[in-house]
């Protein structure tokens, strides 16, 4: 008789939807103390899964909705840093408003009944401004970042106290009845004391003031590895597996697990993939891991000029929850599915000590087991490339290559980290154009009046100073601005080489960063500019229409956010070191010491004309043709809110560079830097082995960044001033703002490659729309052996007719039930047979 074989079959579902949720809150009061194995809370021992949501870097109107994805994700802990910069805006100013409302973030963590990892350091690198520390403390006579200083140690003691007391007033420690069971201080140390006298008494230092606190909850140190008791070293890492803290009496915490990484204008987009961060924690709770916190999982927006050196104004950090604020799927459901199976385990986890098993060369069992009969087992194969069959307890399973099981009863597969039946999400930007306020929507751009205002080229006002020589920018501007102008002039008669014979003498410029605009007699002239690996180094090169007589020179030297992390980084020089022309009868001439006036800043900024308060502080000119491609022009209208309620985006593809603002509010830095197309890029991810910041790239030759995000709370329905300072040129009347949709959903889930498909029969398909959405459209529905992704799917040979039929059906009864249609779909309800031979 001839066997049939079974093949694998597979249903996918996508879905269109169109347009059209409140949380439990409680306090939460609690003992909080450790041992080897865990956190423990009023005597109960807890597992704690956290979401790092930095608080400048979105909105106080986002935060909620922020949190409460982290608490539907299935995490149970909020982390942030607390950004000292802006906070202590100059010695002992401080502010602590909009988004820098520390303390109504905390609380509204603790009203989602969720706990708080409260990391003080200050120091944050954090791809931050200076590392989050003050500009103004690098000034301070004596002062020395992260090191032994007095004059450091007393105003980092002095913030810290500040920031302690101000948790203990509004009861916000856990041992207050608070949600905040953890604080940090210092971050990531241990491997720069090297570099600096009496490094590690400071490190002691900074531990021991901690301590001394008496916050009534546990202190921790990252990447401290001899933090001394009772502090407890944690580590930062893409894996954290293997790590052991220094003392057995510590329980093993991962403070960061990068699920993505920072952008970096002129770089490529870096991703990583779902499966590879999913495998990477369930390695971390598997060798005993118990408190672990995903940086980031949000990682919202660097809004005005908060971003370290060359850092894009987006901080998305391909995280579970995008800069916008939406889920990411399939990472965000993906890993929720995971947390979900991982606190099923939670008792038994932590009131166990693993037993290890070997399974084969690359796959392991850890095995957990309580007295009252409880058992958890994890069963990996860490083999980057060959799935495998193990064995375990006289049963089969089948572990996909780099994967992960968890068996919550040492029986039965909940979840293994390479099987992804969760949604996926299909995000577009819909551009509209720019409305003029009040108009209605069919004028479209023809309606939009912009006021323009050209800054000068060079000096405005008084000049700051005039110096021999080229200072540097930094030590000058006090990063008051990004702006620093270096002017002279030169004299050549008309006897020169290069004036007879129409040659074009060449421009060359070395700076320390971060790059420059340079004009030669209020011309903009355009050049090359060629950074050094590694390094913020680099050289311009132009050729320049030079003159008989008189000759201007305004170079604009420009920062892009300062160093967020390094030995001695504050020190980091800026600016111009050597000008020099090429061609003056086969001559070099070095202008680097010659007289050079030095103006801070650009006059608009500087009387502050983005505030609404500071509009006729110059005098702007109406126009509905704005000009395009001029430099130095600042463009200003007053436009619309978007139709609905979509995040938005700033579509600033068609300008060059500059910065951008909403009603005053500081949108960011914008520029069309582009990635280099010999960038190393990949089509699709192998999330198989491991995972470096340089292994999935995308966007060769694109923009680093094209949309920028404009919070939703800072619209008014109508009268919202646009303003726009364009450095080098650029076409405002391309500018649109794009609203941020998920247009489609889909799914995927298959059985068993190894053809286990009894064990697949109840194998489901969940999907939901985001809130006020509704699906309009089934585009697609197979059961059977479909192929390709999610946007792209096609039939195979083998497909039950009645798949979209039979989805739509289940979405009209899903209409009965709900407002925000959730679809449960079910292998088991199609035909069983329709792929058989």
């Not at 590392?131 to 004596?142: E, S």
């Not at 118990?290 to 995280?319: C, E």
């Not at 992960?404 to 996926?424: H, M, P, R, W, Y």
Request: aromatic share 12%.
């Amino acid at each position: 008789m001839k066997r049939m074989k079974i093949l694998p079959v597979r249903l996918i579902v996508l879905f269109i939807f169109f347009s059209f949720c409140c949380f439990n809150s409680f306090c939460l009061a609690a003992n909080v103390t450790y041992d080897h194995r865990s956190l423990i809370i009023d005597g109960r021992r807890k597992l704690f899964l956290s979401a790092s949501i930095h608080y400048p870097r979105s909105v106080p109107a986002m935060w909620p909705e922020l949190i409460q994805a982290a608490k539907e994700g299935g995490l149970n802990t909020i982390e942030s840093y607390v950004f000292w910069s802006g906070h202590e805006l100059s010695p002992g100013k401080y502010s602590f408003e909009g988004r820098y409302d520390l303390v109504k973030f905390v609380k509204t963590v603790q009203q989602a009944g969720m706990y708080m990892l409260l990391r003080i350091g200050p120091f944050v690198a954090a791809e931050y401004n200076y590392g989050g520390v003050p500009v103004w403390l690098h000034y301070i006579p004596g002062s020395v970042f992260r090191s032994y200083s007095k004059p450091f140690m007393s105003y980092m003691q002095k913030f810290m106290t500040l920031i302690v007391d101000m948790m203990k007033k509004e009861k916000l420690f856990a041992s207050q009845g608070g949600p905040i069971i953890l604080a940090q201080v210092e971050n990531e140390y241990q491997w720069y004391e090297q570099f600096y006298k009496g490094g590690k008494e400071y490190a002691m230092w900074a531990a021991s003031m901690a301590v001394s606190q008496n916050t009534g909850v546990p202190w921790i140190m990252c990447q401290q590895y001899d933090a001394p008791d009772p502090v407890i070293d944690t580590c930062n890492s893409f894996y954290c597996d293997q790590f052991t803290p220094h003392s057995s009496k510590m329980p093993k915490i991962w403070t960061e697990n990068w699920p993505g990484w920072f952008k970096k204008f002129g770089a490529p987009d870096p991703h990583r993939p779902h499966q590879d961060v999913a495998f990477s924690v369930a390695r971390f709770i598997q060798k005993g891991g118990s408190v672990h916190n995903y940086y980031m999982y949000h990682g919202g927006t660097n809004f005005g000029r908060t971003s370290g050196d060359f850092v894009t104004t987006s901080y998305d950090y391909d995280a579970p929850i995008d800069e916008y604020g939406l889920p990411r799927n399939p990472k965000w459901g993906h890993l929720k599915e995971l947390h979900e199976a991982i606190m099923l385990c939670e008792g038994v986890l932590l009131n166990s000590d693993p037993i290890n098993l070997s399974l084969g060369p690359s796959q392991e069992a850890d095995v957990y087991a309580d007295s009252s009969g409880a058992c958890a087992a994890f069963l990996s194969n860490t083999d980057n490339a060959t799935d495998t069959t193990v064995v375990f307890r006289n049963v089969s399973y089948f572990l996909p290559a780099w994967s992960v099981s968890i068996l919550s009863d040492c029986k039965n597969v909940v979840f293994n980290t390479a099987k992804v039946s969760t949604q996926t999400s299909i995000i577009e930007m819909v551009p509209e154009y720019l409305q003029q306020s009040d108009s209605s929507a069919d004028e479209g751009s023809k309606a939009l009046q912009w006021d323009v205002f050209k800054e000068m080229t060079g000096i405005w006002g008084e000049a700051n100073f005039v110096k021999s020589g080229l200072v540097d920018h930094l030590n000058t501007t006090k990063d008051t601005t990004d702006y620093l102008w270096y002017t002279t002039s030169i004299i050549f008669s008309e006897d020169e080489e290069f004036l007879r014979t129409g040659s074009q003498p060449v421009l060359l410029i070395e700076s320390k960063g971060h790059t420059l605009h340079a004009f030669i007699n209020q011309e903009l002239v355009q050049g090359n500019s060629t950074y050094s690996t590694g390094t913020l180094v680099f050289s311009f090169t132009a050729l320049i229409p030079l003159k008989a007589g008189k000759n201007k020179i305004d170079l604009l030297s420009m920062t892009v956010g300062l160093p967020s992390a390094g030995p001695f980084y504050e020190w980091t020089g800026t600016g111009l070191t050597s000008v020099k022309i090429k061609g003056f009868n086969n001559r070099t001439l070095d202008f680097s010491s010659y007289n050079w006036t030095y103006k801070i800043g650009v006059q608009g900024e500087d009387l502050r004309i983005y505030n609404p308060d500071n509009l006729t502080n110059v005098n702007w000119t109406p126009t509905s043709e704005p000009p395009k491609n001029q430099p130095l022009t600042w463009y200003k209208a007053v436009v619309n809110e978007p139709v609905g309620d979509e995040p938005i985006g700033l579509d600033m593809l068609h300008m060059g560079k500059g910065q951008a603002w909403l009603n005053g509010e500081p949108i960011g830095r914008y520029w069309d830097k582009r990635s280099s197309i010999d960038d190393h890029c990949v089509q699709e991810c192998d999330y198989r082995g491991t995972f470096n910041q340089q292994k999935c790239l995308t966007g060769s030759g694109e923009p680093t960044q094209r949309w920028y995000h404009v919070p939703r709370s800072w619209f008014k329905p109508s009268g919202n001033i646009l303003v726009i300072f364009e450095e080098k040129g650029g076409d405002p009347t391309r500018i649109r703002f794009s609203r941020r949709n998920i247009s489609s959903i889909c799914g995927l889930v298959a059985a068993d490659e190894d053809g286990n498909e009894s064990s697949n029969s109840n194998a489901t398909i969940h999907l939901q729309c985001p809130k006020n959405r509704s699906i309009s459209t089934v585009k697609f529905a197979s059961f059977g052996t479909p192929t390709g992704k999610c946007g792209s799917f096609r039939m195979g040979d083998c497909h039950d007719p009645n798949s979209t039929s039979f989805v739509e059906k289940v979405i009209t009864a899903s209409f009965a039930l709900i407002i925000n249609v959730i679809i449960l779909l079910r292998i088991h309800l199609f035909t069983a047979n329709v792929c058989t031979l």
